[in-house]
Nanobody, 123 residues
Framework: QLQASGGGLVQPGGSLRLSCTASGRTFGDYAMAWFRQAPGKEREFVAA????????YYEDVVKGRFTISRDNRKNTLYLQMNSLNPEDTAVYYCAARTQRTYDGTYANKYPYWGQGTLVTVSS
């Protein structure tokens, strides 16, 4: 089971760090990712990381602003989000594969999902 947290209200230009903690099983051998879904829009890929944490992948719109990382000792995935803008407003979901490596941006590559945490960027 995955539990996402860290969302909230932040002003444009601000920062937030999301966390995703795994329980019930270890996800240290699995690639993981963050997706988001804005109101009225489809869920979209944000960033992914391989099992070891040495390879990361980002959607173009977040490159240079967001950083995905993981601590396998704590069974936790992170998403550091900087320079937030209103277009980043969405429910953010963490997800896990059952393989070690990244394999594209499609949500159906990830069988395990957290419940989502809401990020609102507004002045």
């Amino acid at each position: 089971q995955l539990q996402a947290s860290g969302g909230g209200l932040v002003q444009p230009g601000g920062s937030l760090r999301l966390s995703c903690t795994a329980s019930g099983r270890t996800f240290g051998d699995y690639a993981m990712a963050w997706f988001r879904q804005a109101p009225g829009k489809e869920r979209e890929f944000v960033a992914a990381i391989n099992w070891y944490g040495d390879k990361t992948y980002y959607e173009d719109v977040v490159k240079g602003r967001f950083t995905i990382s993981r601590d396998n000792r704590k069974n936790t995935l992170y998403l550091q989000m900087n320079s937030l803008n209103p277009e980043d407003t969405a429910v953010y979901y963490c997800a896990a594969r059952t393989q070690r490596t990244y394999d594209g941006t499609y949500a159906n590559k990830y069988p395990y999902w957290g419940q989502g945490t809401l990020v609102t960027v507004s002045s």
